[in-house]
C-alpha cells in the first residue's frame, strides 16, 4: 500500500466508510496516517480521587459506598445515582438512562470508573463514566475526533491496518534526525496513534508537528519575500486631509489613535506597499482609523474597500461612513442586495463612480472589478488568510493593506506571522470609559442578577444575553437559545425583547439588530452572532449563561459590546461549573485583553498535547500555533540552521519546494483562536 493509495485499499473500509471518512479529509492511507488522536484514553494510571484536578478525566478504583438510586427527572431522563470512595474523598457519580445498572451495583464491591472529575454545588461529581468491572487489558487507547457514521474502534482498527501494510520511507538523512533528535517518521507514526504512555506520544506529536511547521516557517518567509517588492499608490500632502477629517468627528482623538494614524500616513507616503495591522482591545476605537486611511486614499481618487466579518458589522460601518464622506460615493455590499441593486452596485465599482465600499469578506470576493483601487482594510481578523488578499485584487494590482484585530497575538507568533508586517498598537481607551465590573454569578445568586438587570431596565438602558455555545449543532443551539428567551420573557415582562439565533435568515437578524441599535429593543437574547464589533453605547449587561463553555478570549469579546457608553456597565458570568470558577475568575480580575490571553495561554498549558485541528483548507492539520509556540520558535531556529549548513542543503532544498507547493495550491488561513 502506498502513502496515496485510497482509503478503500484498508481492509474493512469499503466505498460507504470512504464516504464517511470523506467528511473528515480523510481521503488517502497518508491522510488516514496523519489524522492524529485527539487524546488518549489512559487505563493504565490508577488515580486517587484527592490527586485529580477538576476538570480531569482519569481512570479511578473505588468502592461503591451508597446504594444507587435511580431519579426520574422528566420523560427520557432518568438518573442513576450513587456514592464512590477511594479511601482519598468520596465522589458522586451521575448514570443517565441506563437504569438496569443498577442491578449490577452493590454497596462495598470494587468497580472501576474513567470519567471527568467535576465540582459542583461543593460536591466532587463524576457524570456518566465508563463503568469496568475489572482492569481492562488494553489500557492505552486513541481517541480520534469522530463524525457521525465512525467508531473510535473502527478507527483504530484502520490506523492499525494502514500501518502495518504501508511502507514508510524516511525522508531525512540520519544526521538531521540526530541533530535535532527527531524520531523516525515511521516510529513517530506509529507511537502517536498507538502509544504505551503519555510521553511516547508526545515526542511521536513532535515529530510530526516539527514537519508541519518546518514548512509553515518557509512559507512564510517566502511569502514575506514575496511582499516586500511590491509597490503602491504613493499619496502626498496627507497631513492636509488629517485636519479636515478631524474636523469631522464629534470627539477628540486619543493620543494612541493619533499615533496609530501617523504610522499610517508614513506608510502610504512611501512607494511601497502599506502592510500594517492595527492592533487594540475592544472599544478602543479602531473604526476611526480605518476611516481615516479610506479618507486618505478617497482625496487621492483611489478606492478603498472595508471588509467585515458579519452583515451586521458591515451594516454598521455603513451607518458611520455615511456620518463621515459624501453619501454619494458609499456603498454597502450585503447579502440582503437583491441581485438587480447589486449589479448595479458593482457597476458603480467598476466605473470607479464610488469609492468607499464597505461588505463583508464573503460577499466581495468573487466577480467585483475595481476601476482603482488602492486599499483593502479588513475588520476584526482573527483568522487570517493571506490569499484573500489575492483573489480580490485578482494577484495584481499592489495594494494597501490594514488589517485590524481586537485579538491578542503573543510576541513571539507575530515574528512568524507578521515578520513583515507593521504591527500599531491602540493601547489607550477613549476618556471617560468606566472599565466593566464582572461577575460570577452561581444560581442562587441568579435571582439578584434578574432584578438588577431590570433596574438597569427601568433606568432606560439595554441588556445582551449570551446563549451558551454548542459546538457542531446549530440546531441544538438554537432551541437552547430559544429556552431561554421564553425563561427571560417571564421575568422581563413589560419590556421590548427579541431573540436572535443563527438558524434565522439574515434579513430577521438584521432588522432586529436595527432596531436594538435604535434603541426599540430592551433585552436581546441571542447566540454569539453578536460576538463581534457591534456597537451600542446604551446596553450597559451583559449576560453569558454556561460561561464555562466559552474561551476567555471570546468571553473578553462579548464583555466588550458593553462599556461603550459614559455609563457604568456590567458583565455577569453564569455559570454552576465550580470547576471552571479559577478561570472564568481572571475575566472579573482584570479588563486588558492582553492579560487575558496570555493567562488563558498559560492555562491552557503546553503540556497539553492535544492541538485543536483546523478544518478545511488549513495548512497547517496538526500543529496548533498557540499551543505548539515553542515549536514553532525551535523550528523557526532549525531553519536558520540548515540555510547555513551544507550538510542539510538537500533537505533545504526540499522544505523549501513543499512550502512552494503549498503556497500555490492552498489558502493559508490561520485560524487564532
Ligand atoms: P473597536 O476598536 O472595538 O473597533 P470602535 O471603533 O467600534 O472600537 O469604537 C468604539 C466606540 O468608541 C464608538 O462608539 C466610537 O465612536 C467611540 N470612539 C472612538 N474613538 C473615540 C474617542 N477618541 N473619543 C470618544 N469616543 C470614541
Ligand atoms: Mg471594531
Redesign the pocket.
Known sequence: MELLSPVTQIGGVGEKTAKTLQKIDVSTVKDLLYYLPRTYKDLSTIKKISEVKFGETAFLEVKIFTQPQVKRIRRGLEITSFQVTDATGIANVDIFNQIYIKNNLTVGQTIYLYGKLEFKFSKIVISAPEIYFKKPDNPFLPIYPLTAGLKQNMMRKFVKDALYKTELKEYYSTGFLQEFKLPDIKKALHDVHFPNDIETASVARARIVFDELLVFNRMMELLGEEKRQKSAAQLTDVQDNRDDFLSR??????GA?LRVMKEMESDLTKDMAMNRLVQ???????????FYAMHCMYEAGFQSVLMAPTEILAQQHYE?AKELFDQQQIVCVTGALSAKSRKEINAKIADGEVKIIIGTHALLYGNVKFAKLGLIIT??QHRFGVKQRAALTGDKSDVHTLI?S?TPIPRSLQLVLFGNTDISI?DEL???RKPVKTYLIHQNKYQDMISFIKNELHAKHQAYIVCPLIEDSENMEAKSATQIFNEMKQYYAGFRMALIHGKMKNMEKQEIMDSFCAGEIDVLVSTTVIEV?I?V?NATSMVVINAERFGLAQLHQLR?RVG??SAQSYCFLVSDNESAYERLRVLTNTNDGFEIAEQDMQMRGTGDILGTRQHGTSTLKVANLIADIRQLEQTRDVLKIMKKNRQFAQEYRAITQAARRELKNKMIEIALN
Open positions: 468627528l464629534s470627539f477628540e482623538l486619543t489613535q487594540g482591545d475592544v472599544g478602543s476605537g479602531k473604526t476611526v482609523i480605518a458611520t475588520d476584526e485590524m481586537a491602540v477613549p476618556p471617560g464589533g456597537n453605547p466588550g461603550r457608553g
